[in-house]
């Protein structure tokens, strides 16, 4: 191209170089780049837009890795700063400690220095973003510098920022649950507050007696219990439950003024007052909540008003524009009679879950017979066919006028 460009004129390896440098900057200084993040635990699909990081994933602390590229000959190290979304931490004046514009990033745990064009980082996500701020956008820069904490400017390509979103307040719980009676079929409906943001999905809870507890009661909101504070029957501490201990208190040996049984320094058996008897760990999103009680005409340990999601996947998942889903009892194992707990989770974009809000009762009973004859089935219940939905009395209604007009054309044509 060169060559063509100048046909009779020696090419000289100044000119040269010069030309390729006004023809094709890009050879003369490539851009720093920072590839797509990685989640540990997440199923990326490694396209579109990167979620929002969750509540659960700043509870666990979960492990990002980054793959910075291009890094420009001659750098020595790496220099990462956070800021809101459009705060330009590669300006010099964004960093020079005055105001709140941009945070530096120390990192102790990192090696940031360079020897290459590639630099592969793995830190913790609460270094990355602070999940301490809940609900914000930031920006993550990183120069390439010869000095830590560097304030100087930074030349185009030697920096790169990326995008990320913290997203940890849960989504509200659905209301208005409504359950019933019925064979193969019952239809769950439920309402959503207006005014908030449509969720990706709800999930949809049924204790069949297989529902494991939550092993961990949430990211957000802990020392929860249904009455009172400052201890428990069998341990001391504050903000204990029956046998918890301490601020956060685990199930046995609790926080900070814990001990195995009845520990801290205020503890004895049976120590303190207000006590709760049966203090329980908040669920995500929330702080201090309370939990309730279910029906009692279908008692359940695990889904109860204001608990944790319990562990392991849902029965049923309808999408988030959804406001009712059917459950068929028979496929659900319940007998005649039998009655399970259900409930709806709303989960966000982010994957935030909603705590455990209402609880509500489906019962299978023996329809046969029941839908024969208008009004014939009561108290909620729902009669159908197997596969569909169509109540069974119109179809009996229809069967029996035509047997009637039948009858009636035979005795006319006598």
Not at 20 to 47: N, W
Not at 156 to 178: H, K, Q, R
Request: proline share 9%; with cysteine; net charge negative.
């Amino acid at each position: 191209m060169v060559h063509a460009l100048l046909p009779n004129a020696p090419m000289r390896p100044a000119l040269v170089a010069f030309t390729l440098v006004l023809l094709c900057p890009a050879l003369a200084a490539a851009q720093l780049t920072i590839g797509r993040p990685v989640f540990a635990g997440r199923d990326d699909p490694g396209t579109g837009t990167v979620r929002a990081i969750n509540a659960q994933e700043c509870a666990d602390n979960v492990l990002v890795s980054l793959r910075i590229t291009n890094i420009p000959t001659g750098r020595s190290r790496l220099d990462f700063w956070r800021g809101g979304e459009g705060e330009g931490c590669n300006d010099p004046l964004k960093r020079d400690g005055e105001g709140d514009d941009c945070e530096h990033l120390s990192l102790p745990s990192l090696d940031l220095d360079v020897i290459g064009p590639q630099k592969d980082l793995e830190l913790p996500v609460d270094d990355l973003v602070g999940c301490a701020a809940m609900d914000q956008n930031f920006e993550i820069f990183i120069l390439a510098v010869d000095s830590s904490m560097s304030t100087a400017a930074v030349a185009e390509g030697e920096w790169a920022a990326l995008a990320i979103e913290l997203d940890t307040v849960a989504p509200s719980a659905p209301t208005n649950l409504t359950g019933g009676r019925g064979d193969t079929q019952v239809i769950v409906t439920w309402d959503f507050p207006e005014g908030e943001a449509q969720p990706r999905r709800f999930e949809i809870y049924v204790d069949r007696g297989d529902l494991t507890p939550a092993t961990d009661g949430g990211p957000a909101g802990a020392d929860a219990g249904p009455a009172g504070a400052d201890a428990g029957p069998t341990d001391a501490g504050t903000d204990g439950g029956p046998i918890d201990g301490g601020p956060d208190g685990g199930p046995i040996d609790g926080g900070p003024d814990g001990g195995p049984i009845d520990g801290g320094p205020d503890g004895g058996p049976d120590a303190g007052s207000d006590a709760g008897p049966t203090a329980t760990d908040a669920g995500s999103g929330g702080t201090d909540s309370t939990v309730g009680t279910g029906p009692a005409e279908c008692p359940s340990a695990v889904l109860l008003p204001g608990a944790a999601i319990p562990d392991g996947t849902p029965y049923t998942e309808s999408s988030g524009s959804s406001r009712e889903d059917s459950l068929n009892p028979e496929s659900l194992g319940l007998g005649f009679g039998e009655t399970a707990a259900v409930t709806v989770v709303a989960v966000d974009e982010a994957l935030n879950r909603s705590v455990i809000g209402e609880v509500v009762c489906i019962t299978r009973v023996d329809t046969v017979g029941l839908c024969d004859e208008p009004g014939a089935c009561k108290s909620g219940c729902q009669c159908s066919t197997p596969g569909g939905s169509a109540p069974g009395w119109p179809a009996g209604l229809a069967a029996a006028a035509l047997i009637a007009l039948a009858t009636w054309r035979r005795r006319r044509n006598r």
